[in-house]
């Protein structure tokens, strides 16, 4: 297992149920990044689903007719999502893999991939920039990458929701004085994981052959009101959503992100 591989493993091995129940709680980052596979990926297009956990993605894809391979850490998630396939009267493919090495996965045969958790947890950019380099090497030629990062502004709001207090502790405000200086930092969250500052993530995609398409906020601007719309009528949940994918690309609303999505389009 390479460099804090181990640590992420088990951590996700232990918490199955609950990442599989996270997107029914974070509703808006789902369904707006659902949105914006919807632009692009097509019935019986081929997706790998790196990092794609105990599958919602997945499943999502495979029930729009999508040929899905979900390719994850965790070996649990990856049982966890085909058992889920099987009640869905669907069919994914699942391997245990680490991101940084996918050399069990053949090369170019892939329309698009996501690269939707991977960046959350490695927290040195010779590894992200290796995991990204890899995931590349699966898509065909035109192929287009997904990838997400949890944002450096994430602490504050998930502070200000979980304890405000939380600014009087000397350690917590440690963590929440990273936005003074504008810096990637890593450190431990709810495992190992990475925090990129939204300014630095097309800097990080310079260095590959990528064409950008969108840079957005997954959360747009609903983030600190999420609990309060999720309980109201569909109608009405959907015209807010409809109102935040018009703007979540928007430069000044990318640092009220708690993730941020990058999409590119391979030009090799």
């Given at each position: 297992?390479?460099e804090s591989g181990e640590t992420v493993r088990k951590f996700y091995d232990e918490t199955v149920k609950d990442e599989?129940?996270?997107?029914?709680?974070?509703?808006?980052?789902?369904?707006?990044?659902?949105?914006?596979?919807?632009?692009?990926?097509?019935?019986?297009?081929?997706?790998?689903?790196?990092?794609?956990?105990?599958?919602?993605?997945?499943?999502?894809?495979?029930?729009?007719?999508?040929?899905?391979?979900?390719?994850?850490?965790?070996?649990k998630n990856v049982a966890f999502a085909l058992n889920k396939a099987n009640e869905q009267g669907v069919t994914i493919?699942?391997?245990?893999?680490?991101?940084?090495?996918?050399?069990?996965?053949?090369?170019?045969?892939?329309?698009?991939?996501?690269?939707?958790?991977?960046?959350?947890?490695?927290?040195?950019?010779?590894?992200?920039?290796?995991?990204?380099?890899?995931?590349?090497?699966?898509?065909?030629?035109?192929?287009?990458?997904?990838?997400?990062?949890?944002?450096?502004?994430?602490?504050?709001?998930?502070?200000?929701?979980?304890?405000?207090?939380?600014?009087?502790?000397?350690?917590?405000?440690?963590?929440?004085?990273?936005?003074?200086?504008?810096?990637?930092?890593?450190?431990?969250?709810?495992?190992?994981?990475?925090?990129?500052?939204?300014?630095?993530?097309?800097?990080?995609?310079?260095?590959?052959?990528?064409?950008?398409?969108?840079?957005?906020?997954?959360?747009?601007?609903?983030?600190?009101?999420?609990?309060?719309?999720?309980?109201?009528?569909?109608?009405?949940?959907?015209?807010?959503?409809?109102?935040?994918?018009?703007?979540?690309?928007?430069?000044?609303?990318?640092?009220?992100?708690?993730?941020?999505?990058?999409?590119?389009?391979?030009?090799?």
């Open positions: 297992m390479l599989w129940e996270r997107l029914d709680r974070h509703k808006v980052e789902f369904e707006i990044t659902k949105r914006y596979l919807n632009r692009y990926i097509k019935p019986k297009d081929k997706v790998l689903d790196l990092g794609g956990g105990p599958g919602k993605y997945s499943l999502y894809l495979a029930n729009l007719g999508c040929d899905v391979t979900l390719a994850d850490l965790s070996d493919k699942g391997l245990q893999v680490d991101g940084r090495d996918l050399s069990a996965i053949r090369d170019g045969q892939f329309d698009y991939v996501l690269c939707m958790g991977p960046m959350y947890h490695l927290k040195s950019e010779e590894d992200r920039a290796k995991t990204i380099r890899e995931c590349l090497k699966k898509l065909k030629p035109n192929g287009i990458i997904f990838v997400a990062f949890i944002s450096s502004y994430s602490f504050v709001w998930d502070y200000l929701i979980r304890n405000p207090d939380f600014i009087l502790n000397s350690d917590r405000k440690s963590e929440l004085n990273k936005i003074v200086d504008g810096k990637d930092f890593a450190g431990e969250g709810f495992s190992d994981n990475f925090y990129i500052s939204p300014k630095n993530v097309l800097p990080f995609f310079i260095q590959f052959n990528l064409e950008k398409l969108h840079l957005l906020n997954n959360e747009s601007f609903l983030y600190l009101r999420e609990p309060e719309l999720i309980g109201r009528k569909p109608e009405v949940i959907n015209a807010w959503l409809d109102l935040a994918e018009q703007v979540c690309g928007r430069e000044d609303l990318l640092s009220m992100a708690e993730h941020l999505m990058y999409i590119g389009r391979k030009t090799e």
